[in-house]
């Protein structure tokens, strides 16, 4: 079995060179030149930072759904109070409700202002 530097450190290489958050996906923009015409690329460049922060936002409240299950779950033994994990889970899942309306209506108006 033969392993060659050059096979070890061509793909080094490549993932070196891609960019990490933002790629070619968004219209008119080009990043790796420094091509941005504001006209096309800035929608497309909010809906990707919107889309990443309601992402981020829907994750963290599938989270504290899990953690305030195993809150409930801990709280219901003996000598215990289970209500802050059913307060956690009902702020948690109106959170998310919030986080999923709000990105829709963010993602409407996106899509009416870009085209």
Not at 53 to 73: D, K, N, Q, R
């Amino acid at each position: 079995m033969n392993i060659s530097l050059a096979s070890i450190l061509i793909p080094i290489a490549k993932a070196r060179s891609t960019p990490s958050l933002i790629d070619g996906s968004v219209a008119g923009c080009n990043f790796e030149t420094g091509y941005i015409n504001a006209g096309e690329c800035l929608p497309g460049f909010i809906a990707h930072t919107i889309q990443f922060v309601f992402a981020f936002s829907a994750g963290l409240c599938m989270i504290m759904i899990v953690f305030s299950g195993y809150e409930i779950v801990i709280g219901s033994l003996p000598g215990g109070s289970s209500e802050s994990g059913k307060n956690r889970l009902t702020w948690a899942i109106i959170g998310f409700i919030m986080a999923a309306t709000s990105f829709f209506i963010m993602d409407f108006i996106i899509s009416a202002i870009g085209g």
